[in-house]
């Protein structure tokens, strides 16, 4: 089958809505004096907070809204302490999650695509204590399932991962097994909606991606991914199976389908 591919290849939830434009002096804190002192990060955190109040008072509140201080915290850490472009980045984060409906996603909402086991969020932390993202790129079929659930089940399972961060603990892990990887299981489409996702709305959170035992049929579609992904092409490692056991995980808590 044919490689599946897209004129834009932006995610097509990535809204296109138009910010308030005001005449702010962007203010840019020294990110030394943020990430060592507190206080500063505060006020920094509360002013981004007041904006968000005052110029957009129509997204919503609690965990993961406009008034979420840790959540500004983050994407503060993410644009190095710009609170203009902070500004612009949590907008654009906090509408998305609304369009998109994320706060009502749950295992029964993605229960059917979820049954085909082309993902799942592993039970045990790796051995850096990061929860484990698991895809099975064998089961992804384009071709059959709809696009829309897939795009739901992404987004369902990276919510999850991410509920399962330890505390002091920031990033998680994604494993990409491709054995068996055929040209029915090339969906560039969705790979990229998978980085967007990252990249827009949970920045940083991605630690590091394994991709385990591509076949040779793999690499074409690789390098047509690889620019689109940008820095976050370099999180990639391609790896085996044996480094998966031995490097990321204890003999009690490998993922099932990794041992030998």
Same mark, same amino acid.
């Given at each position: 089958m044919a490689l599946r591919t897209c004129q834009n290849f932006a995610s097509p939830f990535v809204s296109s809505f138009k910010l308030t434009k005001k005449p702010i002096r962007n203010f840019? =804190?020294?990110?030394?004096?943020?990430?060592?002192?507190p206080h500063e990060s505060l006020k920094l955190v509360l002013q981004v907070k007041e904006r968000l109040e005052k110029d957009y008072n129509?997204?919503?509140v609690g965990k993961n809204g406009r008034d979420d201080e840790d959540m500004i915290l983050w994407f503060l850490k993410d644009r190095k302490f710009s609170v203009e472009e902070s500004l612009a980045k949590l907008t654009k984060a906090i509408k @998305?999650?609304?369009? !998109?409906r994320v706060s009502e996603l749950?295992?029964? #909402?993605?229960?059917?695509? =979820?049954? #085909?086991?082309?993902? &799942?969020?592993?039970?045990?932390?790796?051995?850096?204590?990061?929860?484990?993202?698991?895809?099975?790129?064998?089961?992804?079929?384009?071709?059959?399932?709809?696009?829309?659930?897939?795009?739901?089940?992404c987004v369902f399972f990276i919510e999850?991962?991410?509920?399962?961060?330890?505390?002091?603990?920031?990033?998680?892990?994604?494993i990409?097994?491709?054995?068996?990887?055929?040209?029915?299981?090339?969906d560039l489409k969705f790979l990229t909606f998978l980085f967007d996702v990252f990249y827009y709305y949970h920045p940083k959170r991605l630690g590091e991606v394994l991709f385990v035992e591509a076949p040779f049929v !793999?690499?074409? !579609? @690789?390098?047509?991914?690889?620019?689109?992904?940008?820095? &976050?092409a370099s999180?990639?490692? !391609?790896?085996?199976?044996?480094?998966?056991?031995?490097? &990321?995980?204890?003999?009690?808590?490998?993922?099932?389908?990794?041992?030998?």
């Open positions: 840019k =804190a020294p990110v030394k004096n943020c990430q060592s002192d129509s997204l919503p @998305w999650r609304q369009e !998109f749950n295992e029964d #909402s993605v229960r059917g695509i =979820a049954e #085909s086991g082309k993902a &799942y969020v592993h039970d045990f932390l790796d051995i850096n204590e990061r929860p484990v993202l698991i895809v099975v790129a064998s089961k992804h079929l384009p071709a059959v399932h709809d696009p829309v659930e897939d795009e739901k089940l999850k991962a991410l509920s399962k961060l330890p505390p002091g603990k920031e990033q998680i892990l994604g990409i097994d491709l054995r068996g990887f055929g040209t029915e299981n090339a !793999f690499k074409p !579609f @690789w390098q047509l991914t690889k620019p689109l992904l940008k820095s &976050y999180l990639v490692k !391609f790896c085996s199976v044996e480094t998966v056991r031995k490097e &990321y995980f204890t003999e009690a808590t490998v993922p099932d389908n990794f041992r030998e």
